[in-house]
């Protein structure tokens, strides 16, 4: 089983979240957003791999507008540009 979220902070254009063995981790929000798996965006994890946004579609200043663990333990991330959200497995983070 997977290593579950117990917290997050928003530190220098990163994600750190906190991990209940004990480990820590840090996502540049750039990436996170680059990397949104969700239908609108494409599905990097298709045989496809067919991508709807591109890396140059990110705005630079991008930022969670919210972030919260849902009860299923993904990352739920809102951005501030376009109020898309992302969801992220924790296997996957």
Same mark, same amino acid.
């Given at each position: 089983?997977? @290593?579950? *979220?117990? %917290?997050? $902070?928003? /530190?220098?254009?990163? +994600?750190?979240? @906190?991990? $209940? /063995? =004990?480990?820590? !981790?840090?996502?540049?929000? *750039?990436? +996170?957003? $680059? %990397? ?9 994890v !298709? ?9 140059t579609? &990110?705005? @630079?200043? *991008?930022?969670?507008?919210? &972030?919260? &663990? =849902?009860a /299923?333990?993904?990352?739920?991330? #809102?951005? %501030?540009?376009?109020?898309? #959200? !992302?969801?992220? $497995?924790? @296997?996957? +983070?």
């Open positions: 089983m997977a @290593a579950a *979220i117990v %917290n997050f $902070d928003r /530190d220098d254009g990163r +994600l750190k979240l @906190a991990w $209940d /063995d =004990g480990s820590e !981790s840090a996502h540049h929000f *750039i990436w +996170l957003r $680059d %990397n949104c798996g969700c239908s609108a965006c494409g599905d990097k !298709s045989t496809s791999g067919e991508r709807f946004l591109r890396l579609d &990110v705005p @630079a200043d *991008i930022a969670p507008a919210e &972030v919260a &663990v =849902g /299923d333990g993904g990352l739920c991330i #809102t951005w %501030n540009h376009g109020g898309h #959200t !992302s969801r992220y $497995d924790p @296997a996957w +983070l």
